[in-house]
Each structure stands twice: as structure tokens, then as C-alpha cells.
């Protein structure tokens, strides 16, 4: 079974700008959780989907948004960059909701 | 929400010694998850864990719910072993929450 995976790997934007990440859980995997990674704040909960549906949301501000489509890939977008948005992106997917979650490669996104 | 505290927060060792990593959280759980980030970010699963005990290879992991902690043990450690260790319990049922790590070297 192919693994989760995440594109782009490596992003550069600018501040200001708006990015979009996507992640293609694993086959059959109906939840996808997204995570920030930073050298200061640790891996930090962004949101869960299922279903197409959001089930939980962590303490970020509006600028951080997602979605589910009905084959379960999911993206992110981030609106307005910070610089204090360079960060690793991760996704997971599991079978069931907080089910044994699999990770994603992540995509490294710097803002300058 | 739930508060995770992982001890030590750096490890050094030689290649083939033993290990013990230390997850505390501060509410009963009902999931919980051990991950290994290797150099190159890719994080892990090693075993997912709410209770009781289980062994793969190398390592072994114990989650003792009704005092809030987890340890994981890692035996004969090797080179590749190095990176950092995470525990995630589940936040009241909500989502899963990352202690800050343990970061392991292993020495060659």
C-alpha cells in the first residue's frame, strides 16, 4: 500500500502571499490531520478531517483554512504569510478518527 | 488541554547500550502514540499504545493510563536509532497532542 504522501516537498513564498498544500492519504484511510513544526513551538495540531467534514481545529488563527475532497485528499491553505509561518507541514491519516495515525514527508515551507 | 512532559530531553549513547524514554501527561488518555523523526523529518510510527505493553524487535513500549505515563524502551541501540522521540496522547478525545521530544544520539 502506497504511504501518505504530501506536494510540494519545498515551498519559498513571500510575505503576503497565499499558499496551498496537498496531502493523498493512504488508501482506504477516511481521516486526515495536518501539524505545524517549528524549532520554538514543537509539533502543534492544526485540524482534522473526516469525511469531508472538520471534526477539530487547534489554536491557530482564520489565516490557516483546509478542506477534504470525497477521495479523501486533503489540502491546506495559508493566507496572508508570515514570516512566522516558515515551518514543517505534516499530514496524517488513519482508518478511524484519533486512530494509529501514518505521516506524511511534510513540505517545508520558508516565507521571506 | 493536556499537558505532555518527555524526559529526558537529550540522550547520548554508545552503540548497543540500552534506553529509557519517558513520556508524563497530566489527564487520563485514551490513545496514545510513540513516533520516531529520523534526520530527515519523516516522522515514524513505532506503536500506538494506550495501555498495557508491546514489543516490536528492539523496542518495547508501556503506557500506564491510571498514572499517566509511557515508557519506551530501546535495546541495543544502532547508529540509525538517532533522531528524536515523540509521545502523543489524545487531548480529551479531541486530537492527539506532541510532547516537546527526546533527542537520541547514537554514537558509532
Known amino acids: 500500500k502506497a504511504g501518505v504522501t504530501q506536494t510540494p516537498r519545498y515551498l519559498i513564498k513571500t510575505r503576503g502571499q497565499q499558499v496551498t498544500l496537498s496531502c493523498s492519504p493512504i488508501?482506504?484511510?477516511?481521516?486526515v490531520s495536518w501539524y505545524q513544526q517549528t524549532p520554538g513551538q514543537g509539533l502543534q495540531f492544526l485540524f482534522e478531517?473526516?469525511?469531508?467534514?472538520?471534526?477539530n481545529k487547534g489554536n491557530f488563527p482564520g489565516r490557516f483554512s483546509g478542506r477534504q475532497f470525497s477521495n479523501s485528499r486533503s489540502e491546506m491553505n495559508v493566507s496572508t504569510l508570515e514570516l512566522g509561518d516558515s515551518a514543517l507541514y505534516l499530514c496524517?491519516?488513519?482508518?478511524?478518527?484519533?486512530?494509529?495515525?501514518?505521516f506524511g514527508p511534510g513540505t517545508r515551507l520558508t516565507v521571506t | 488541554g493536556i499537558q505532555v512532559e518527555q524526559s529526558p530531553p537529550d540522550l547520548i549513547l554508545q552503540e548497543g547500550a540500552n534506553s529509557t524514554l519517558r513520556c508524563n501527561f497530566s489527564?487520563?488518555?485514551?490513545?496514545l502514540q510513540w513516533f520516531h523523526q529520523n534526520p530527515w523529518g519523516q516522522l515514524i510510527n513505532l506503536f500506538y499504545i494506550p495501555s498495557g505493553t508491546k514489543q516490536n524487535g528492539r523496542l518495547s513500549a508501556t503506557t500506564v493510563a491510571t498514572e499517566r505515563y509511557s515508557l519506551l524502551y530501546i535495546s541495543s541501540s544502532q547508529t540509525t536509532d538517532s533522531g528524536v522521540y515523540f509521545c502523543?496522547?489524545?487531548?480529551?478525545?479531541?486530537?492527539?497532542?506532541f510532547g516537546p521530544g527526546t533527542r537520541l544520539s547514537v554514537l558509532p
Open positions: 502523543a496522547p489524545d487531548n480529551y478525545g479531541q486530537n492527539f497532542v
Open positions: 489527564d487520563s488518555v485514551n490513545n
Open positions: 496524517a491519516s488513519s482508518l478511524l478518527l484519533l486512530g494509529e495515525q501514518y
Open positions: 478531517y473526516f469525511s469531508e467534514t472538520q471534526r
Open positions: 488508501s482506504g484511510h477516511r481521516s
